[in-house]
């Protein structure tokens, strides 16, 4: 048995449980989530989705949905951003340039007296930012783009104020869209590759600075990728979903010891797709596999199975 397995619905079925998701949307204290299948002619991508919000940009309108938690949500005709529910009250985000044609800035948000106001802007990357990712301790945050570069920012507390400084830049051969740790001292990096895909593997060394100690062959379809779709590592499930060209691989991160500072990486299935447009995202228990693509377009819902 493969880990996810697709579940449809009939459009009886479909149109209850999005009136149920509607519901949830509206109370955060519903703990039930049903799955949905819902069929659309019109192109939807799936930009964020987690237990207490659902953003979608639908036919380049964006819809918002608030609650009451700590994420900042800021929606733009147009645009393609990417937002994080933190435990503490710092966020961060991508942002549109002066340009308006490609995204090259980090803007960090602070929570102050209930009230989300931005207190850094970071320019280190020269051309068009595309993965961004937090370590679980949240005082560490990588980042790619386009310009065949990995930049890790560290952050540095003075009193009650915070600020985010450059702690190493690593040189890549090839730029990539996907960026994940795994975690605090292992993170993963996906160059743009057609043929003989690799997921590049860094670990933290004795000087406390990340380097190149692993790959991990992972499917393509021999053809190029496509921006969005972030490399997502679900730690309750210990799996990491990595949309590479037309496929989603679905792989498993093993431990080796109770320190958690060396791992293991197992490709475990492949969802093959037709195409590379491609959007999606996982629920935060790990559960639920939500994607949309451009030749069906209609998101798909896969539910998490365990292998025997």
């Known amino acids: 048995m493969e880990p996810f397995e697709y579940l449809q619905h009939t459009k009886e079925e479909t149109l209850k449980l999005i009136k149920n ?19 659309t002619q019109d192109k939807g991508q799936i930009i964020g989705f987690q237990i207490k919000r659902l953003f979608l940009s639908y036919n380049g309108f964006p819809f918002e949905k608030q609650h009451q938690n700590r994420s900042v949500q800021i929606l733009g005709y147009g645009t393609y951003i990417n937002n994080y529910n933190l435990k503490s009250s710092i966020a961060y985000q991508f942002i549109l340039n002066t340009d308006a044609n490609y995204y090259n800035s980090i803007k960090f948000w602070q929570c102050i007296n209930k009230q989300f106001s931005c207190t850094q802007t970071i320019l280190e990357h020269n051309d068009c930012l595309c993965g961004l990712s937090i370590n679980e301790q949240e005082n560490t945050v990588i980042s790619c783009g386009l310009y065949q570069l990995i930049i890790i920012f560290e952050q540095v507390k003075n009193n009650n104020y915070v600020s985010w400084v450059v702690k190493q830049k690593i040189l890549v051969d090839q730029y990539g869209y996907r960026i994940s740790f795994i975690n605090q001292n292992i993170f993963v990096f996906q160059p743009e590759q057609i043929i003989d895909s690799k997921l590049l593997i860094y670990t933290l060394n004795d000087q406390k600075l990340f380097f190149e100690s692993n790959q991990l062959s992972i499917t393509d379809g021999g053809i190029s990728c496509y921006y969005f779709f972030s490399l997502i590592y679900n730690l309750k499930k210990n799996i990491l979903i990595n949309k590479n060209n037309n496929n989603i691989n679905v792989i498993r991160v093993l431990k080796q010891n109770k320190q958690k500072e060396c791992v293991e990486f197992r ?17 935060n228990d790990g559960e639920y596999l939500v994607t949309w693509d451009e030749t069906y377009k209609q998101i798909q819902i896969r539910q998490y199975q365990e292998m025997e």
């Open 21 to 39: 998701f509607i519901e949830f949307l509206a109370n955060p204290q519903i703990i039930q989530f049903r799955v949905l299948n819902q069929s």
């Open 267 to 283: 490709l475990e299935q492949i969802i093959e797709l037709e195409n590379s447009c491609i959007f999606g995202t996982l629920s």
